[in-house]
């Protein structure tokens, strides 16, 4: 399926699967978070918002890349410049929502609050981070709960994944466009 570019080609189109996958699980815990602070009439921390934009954005463009790959029209140069580019949003999006999170432990939080995982707790938790504002204040949120805490966490973990992953397929295109610019000369020497 595609052109056949070998391994270099499946690696591409594995790298693109997964980088797909790790954002639809990114974009599907954000939303829900987002929805929940908007039904409870708060305003969602901007550090959300800017994940759910970044990872929309990311997954429409790895959606018309694997499909330009597919039939064989992919600017490599320019996947490479704009997989880039979104390398570095990603890691500035891993900075951001792991610096407060890495000194929590999830597993004590719901020792601590006495929190259940309902909606109620939920709400509540979210009016005890509102500011005077009524923003929500991200590194009061994440420690509200297990549950939240444990997926936000999770998030973390996915953009440091797709920090990887983009950092790779980076690699596989500036590597398939010096394929693609050598086989024009290998086939004129034979």
Excluded at 9 to 26: C, D, P, V, Y
Aim: proline share 4%; with cysteine.
């Amino acid at each position: 399926m595609g052109p056949n570019h070998g391994v270099l080609g499946a690696t591409f189109k594995a790298t693109r699967a997964l980088e797909m996958a790790s954002m639809i699980a990114i974009i599907g815990i954000t939303a829900n978070f987002i929805s929940e602070m908007v039904s409870a009439g708060a305003t969602p921390p901007p550090v959300l918002v800017a994940i759910l934009s970044i990872v929309c954005i990311a997954v429409l463009y790895c959606v018309i890349t694997l499909i330009l790959y597919f039939d064989s029209i992919l600017p490599y140069v320019i996947s490479t410049g704009i997989d880039s580019l979104f390398l570095i949003a990603l890691i500035v999006v891993a900075v951001v929502v792991g610096k407060p999170l890495s000194y929590l432990n999830c597993q004590v939080l719901d020792q601590i609050s006495n929190a259940t995982s309902s909606a109620y707790d939920f709400t509540s938790a979210l009016g005890n981070s509102l500011n005077k504002d009524g923003n929500v204040n991200y590194s009061d949120w994440i420690g509200t709960s297990k549950s939240t805490c444990l997926e936000m966490k999770s998030i973390w973990g996915l953009s440091i994944a797709l920090c990887i992953l983009f950092t790779f397929s980076a690699l596989s295109t500036i590597c398939l466009w010096k394929r693609s610019k050598q086989a024009p000369a290998d086939k004129g020497v034979a």
